[in-house]
Structure formats: structure tokens, C-alpha cells
């Protein structure tokens, strides 16, 4: 893998480039990970694994060894069939109906978390209390603000999105997301694969800079920053 900027090297360590963590102020940094085809779907066939590489499981592996905890939303869960995992999980879930027999939780290597709302059905609280520990972060489905309070006060200062496209939609409109780390494959796949981001159309556009670019077999590893909290100095690599 090479980086192609800030500055050009070859065979560099994604853990070295992507160590450079964004910091936001009184609550956790959010990074968000996501693949997209060149001509924008974010999955084929369903799922985001075919449109990924043997480089892009090294990022993903990198980004998730400096997370904290991993943000991700319960759709995306069952369509990418999410096993164990070592660095604790969060799924955002309104219903919090899951599939609480999968071995994401009958053999976690970190215990899961469940973010939901007062809403939730009654009973499906009761299983996920079985094998997660459970938040009530919003009265009427999962409010993204108090989500991250309570995972920073649960000691997580990194976390780690992983979507889906609503989720990453509700974390722009939160002004919640410091850092963008966007695959691109070099794949056209048409079909009604979604965006990256789900949401009403902002106001104004969410501002990002470019933070480091790297390359390998067609693949392009983007790393953007946002600009509210990009600080003046030249990244790290």
C-alpha cells in the first residue's frame, strides 16, 4: 500500500497513517468507515464485502484497533452478518429486536451494547439484557447526541461508525462526525445501492479537507477531516 499524500511513500502501514486520531470537544471523536463503488453504491448484492479487497480488510482491521468502540446501526448488523468482535460493538437499534442466539452474542469477545429508546418493546429488552449491556438514550428511538454522552462516559473517547447510510446521516445532522474514511472501488456497479449518507439535503454542505490518500491495486483509501475540527498543523503520517 503507498501513500500518495500528504506526502508520497511507498509501502506504508495503514495503523501508522490512520494513528493520527481527530479529538472533538465534550464528547467522543466519531470516525466513520465506508466503502463506496466510483460511481457511489455502497453495497453489491447487498452487502458492502464485494466490493472490497485484501487492502481494504487491513484498513478496516487498522481503523477498528484504534476504536474505542464500534457505532453501528442494527440493519447493518444483520445485512453484513456481524460475529465477534474484540473491540466492543454498539448497535443503534429502535426496536431492539436482534437475533440474540447469533454468536455476535452467545460468543462475544467483547459484550455487545444496545442503544435504544423508551419505545422499545418490553420484551425484547428482556433478551437483550441477556447478553448486552442496554441503554435507554431517547424517548422515541435513539437520540445520536446522548448516545455518544453516554458512551464517553462509559469511558470510550474513539468511536468507530460503520453505518449504515441513515446512521451516518443522523450523525452530519448531529454535527457529530470529525473524521471520514472512504474506500473507493474501483468498481461501477449501477443498481439502487445507496449512498453513503441517507438524510434530507443539509442546509449547507458538511465541510471536510483531505487528511492522507493511499493506493493499492486501484483502490483509494481517502481520509477526509472536518473542517471544525482540522487542526492548522500538517497531519502525522
Known amino acids: ?35 463506496s463503488s466510483i460511481d457511489g453504491a455502497t453495497t453489491l448484492n447487498g452487502v458492502s464485502g464485494g466490493l472490497g479487497s485484501a487492502g481494504d480488510k487491513r484498513v478496516f482491521a487498522a481503523l477498528r484497533s ?3 468502540v464500534v457505532l453501528v446501526a442494527a440493519g447493518t448488523v444483520r445485512a453484513e452478518h456481524y460475529g465477534p468482535s474484540a473491540t466492543p460493538v454498539a448497535i443503534v437499534t429502535r426496536s431492539a429486536h436482534l437475533d440474540w442466539q447469533s454468536p455476535f452474542f452467545t460468543e462475544p469477545k467483547a459484550r455487545p451494547i444496545v442503544l435504544t429508546g423508551e419505545d422499545a418493546h418490553p420484551d425484547n429488552l428482556v433478551h437483550a439484557r441477556q447478553v448486552a449491556d442496554v ?30 447510510p441513515s446512521l451516518n446521516g443522523q ?10 474514511c472512504l474506500t473507493f472501488s474501483p468498481n461501477l456497479a449501477a443498481g439502487d445501492g445507496k449512498r453513503i449518507i441517507e438524510a434530507a439535503a443539509f442546509p449547507t454542505p458538511y465541510e471536510l479537507s483531505l487528511r492522507s490518500a493511499l493506493e493499492e491495486e486501484g483502490f483509494l483509501f481517502l481520509r477526509y477531516r472536518s473542517v471544525a475540527t482540522s487542526p492548522p498543523s500538517s497531519p502525522s503520517t
Open 1 to 35: 500500500m503507498r501513500l500518495l499524500f500528504p506526502e508520497a511513500a511507498e509501502d506504508v502501514d495503514p495503523a501508522d497513517v490512520y494513528a493520527d486520531l481527530p479529538v472533538a470537544n465534550g464528547r467522543p471523536s466519531v470516525r466513520l468507515n465506508m466503502i
Open 66 to 68: 484504534l476504536a474505542d
Open 135 to 164: 441503554l435507554i438514550v431517547g424517548a422515541s428511538g435513539v437520540d445520536i447526541p446522548r448516545a455518544l454522552a453516554e458512551l464517553g462516559r462509559r469511558g470510550y473517547g474513539h468511536v468507530l461508525a460503520e453505518g449504515g
Open 171 to 180: 450523525l452530519v445532522a448531529a454535527n457529530a462526525l470529525d473524521e471520514l
